[in-house]
């Protein structure tokens, strides 16, 4: 089956990993008209948690107090904390608790007078709407865990904590059941780029691979899908790469190696990405594919894939002068190539005009690297050669781009190329020297 026609039969039918952080929604805060407790020291209200296994994701809600007191107008300079662990969080046993993530308790520029800060909900003139965080849940968890929310704020200086974790106000009492898929995906996924070939070679482990302990078999007609992308794949944007990505291979679940031709003319860096597509996994008409490339099944540093020569220097001159003992020089002068990096500018000559550097008589000069400096005060790069005692004729010159992995175009243009009379031939006063009686 080709690609396109695998990418349009997996459309209707995998339906468990395959909505995997596609949407990634967060639901609205809850609102509650219960009235504060402890709300001295701006505890967080109201916390709730649920867990979407859609997404395998927690969500983590709670509101500002309700009620204006001294330590309100803190709230523009604090932030919250969500704590997540194993057992209900209690001051005894919050520092073993794993902090998940910080937000700003109420936004300067967004809710500018320390009133509107209050929680919408308590009809004291507060706006602020409540927060919300989502936590991406690891692959094969197992079990209730417990979230709280905590405090600080920055006094005169000095950063200000408080943990007033009162039952089911600022810390759950009941946990929430996290039940995720265990990573089935290929491993160990590593690429690499050939210029001379133009080909990226991608290689890996399979996940059942016997060489492995404590796998087992691939089930029927599983099969492996490779993803190119010129943005990063992970676990944020599985299910954008599903939707809007056609796989560029699909393989037998055996193989280990695949080797993708770069067309002509590329210069871009990809992103590479493997999974599995498992038909029937979970029960009939239920494919199975991981896409929250956990693993190590996709890159997280792009692979430069580039066989797309340089572009030639459009301004290019040269000039001479002689001097009379027979010597001279030649003066070479170009502008830098807009958009390269690391690029480099090899000199040709020839006493005949010549279209590509391997015409017979061309002989290389010398090679000028990239001056970041000359080319940001957009000055021109220049070249001296001196010229042998008592030169004279025609001389062409060229110069080429090299850029920074070696590409080059061999053929020669107009504006990249001049060509000068070169005379240190008719100024030299041929007098004999070193004459001894």
Not at 52 to 71: A, H, L, M, R, Y
Not at 145 to 155: H, K, L, R, V
Not at 165 to 191: H, R, W
Not at 197 to 223: M, V
């Amino acid at each position: 089956m080709g690609a396109n026609a695998l990418n349009r039969s997996l459309q209707p039918k995998a339906v468990i990993m395959v909505l995997l952080m596609m949407l990634m929604l967060v639901p609205l805060t809850p609102v509650s008209t219960a009235e504060d407790t402890n709300p001295d020291n701006l505890q967080a209200q109201h916390i709730a948690a649920t867990f979407d296994p859609i997404s395998e994701t927690t969500t983590v809600t709670w509101q500002n107090i309700d009620t204006f007191n001294g330590n309100t107008p803190y709230y523009h300079d604090a932030t919250y904390i969500v704590h997540r662990h194993t057992e209900p969080i209690t001051q005894s046993n919050i520092d073993a608790a794993q902090t998940i993530d910080s937000v700003a308790a109420c936004q300067a520029n967004v809710y500018v007078q320390y009133v509107w800060c209050l929680s919408s909900a308590g009809g004291n003139g507060g706006q602020h709407p409540g927060h919300s965080v989502s936590y991406l849940v690891d692959a094969g968890t197992n079990g209730t865990f417990y979230y709280a929310i905590t405090i600080e704020w920055d006094e005169e200086g000095a950063t200000v904590s408080h943990e007033e974790l009162d039952p089911d106000v600022s810390t759950l009492t009941i946990g929430v059941d996290e039940i995720t898929s265990p990573v089935e995906t290929p491993l160990y996924f590593q690429a690499s780029y050939s210029l001379a070939d133009s080909e990226t070679t991608l290689t890996w482990i399979n996940y059942h691979s016997p060489l492995l302990p404590n796998t087992e078999p691939a089930l029927e007609n599983t099969s492996i899908l490779i993803w190119r992308s010129t943005t990063e794949i992970s676990r944020s944007n599985g299910g954008q790469v599903y939707q809007q990505l056609t796989p560029i291979a699909n393989l037998s679940s055996d193989q280990e190696s695949y080797v993708h031709t770069v067309p002509p003319n590329t210069n871009e860096e990809a992103y590479y990405a493997i999974t599995y597509y498992i038909p029937n996994k979970t029960g009939s008409g239920e494919d199975f594919i991981d896409l929250r490339f956990l693993s190590g099944n996709a890159l997280t540093q792009p692979i430069l894939e580039d066989n797309r020569p340089p572009s030639h220097v459009t301004v290019f001159s040269v000039s001479t002068t002689s001097e009379d003992d027979g010597t001279g020089e030649t003066e070479l002068t170009w502008f830098g190539v807009p958009g390269e990096s690391g690029e480099r500018y090899n000199l040709y000559v020839s006493g005949v005009a010549f279209t590509s550097i391997y015409d017979t008589g061309v002989t290389f000069l010398a090679s000028v690297y990239e001056d970041q400096a000359l080319e940001d005060s957009n000055s021109p790069y220049k070249y001296t050669r001196e010229l042998p005692i008592g030169t004279l004729g025609m001389a062409y010159y060229c110069v080429v781009t090299v850029d920074a992995i070696g590409l080059f175009d061999n053929a020669t243009s107009g504006g990249s190329c001049d060509s000068v009379e070169e005379d240190a031939f008719s100024n030299w006063q041929k007098e004999p020297t070193n004459v001894h009686a």
